[in-house]
């Protein structure tokens, strides 16, 4: 439980996060934007692949929220085939145009992100995790109560903001 209440709070922080007191979020970076041209559909997400610099394509993924996952999955090329691929294996991303897809529902379903995140933004453990255990917090003991206290401190911030791009406005 630890695990995932970690992973979340870094999803979030890293997403939204304000720079102050916690890492600079996705959201709060100056990333250039490829606006929406409507109801998103293919053409936006072709749009906003090609607004990235190729240099930085070659290691790309979206990041977006389930409700733009659930639309793109009915989105359709010209020749009527879906440009949601499933994955090949287990534990692989689904793709599109052969980028893959990882969910994060702290992204707001205005905004699809695309790029190289390992270039475009750095995370960096500050401290290690710390665990403390007790059971003489406030009167724990009498109810035969552990309380248990896990610390993490992060960093993170957009380092080449030209590695990343969204797409914005999404209705």
């Not at 934007?33 to 394509?57: E, H, M, Q």
């Not at 205005?110 to 255990?133: C, E, M, P, Q, S």
Request: hydrophobic letters at 40%.
């Amino acid at each position: 439980m630890f695990s995932e209440a970690l992973r979340e709070e870094e999803d979030r922080v890293i997403t939204i996060g304000s720079g102050s007191g916690q890492p600079t979020g996705l959201a709060n970076c100056s990333l250039t934007s490829v606006t929406c041209s409507g109801n998103l559909d293919f053409d936006d997400i072709i749009n906003l692949v090609y607004a990235l610099p190729t240099k930085y394509r070659r290691n790309a993924v979206f990041l977006m929220n389930n409700s733009n996952i659930r639309e793109l999955r009915k989105v359709k090329d010209s020749n009527g085939r879906y440009i949601w691929q499933e994955p090949l294996a287990a534990n692989q991303p689904a793709t599109i145009l052969g980028y893959p897809v990882y969910e994060n529902n702290w992204v707001s379903d205005a905004n699809i992100y695309f790029g190289d995140f390992k270039l475009g933004y750095w995370l960096g453990d500050r401290r290690a995790i710390t665990v403390t255990v007790s059971r003489e917090a406030d009167n724990a003991w009498e109810h035969d109560e552990v309380g248990i206290r896990v610390v993490e401190r992060i960093g993170g911030n957009c380092v080449l903001e030209a590695a990343i791009r969204y797409l914005a406005s999404i209705p």
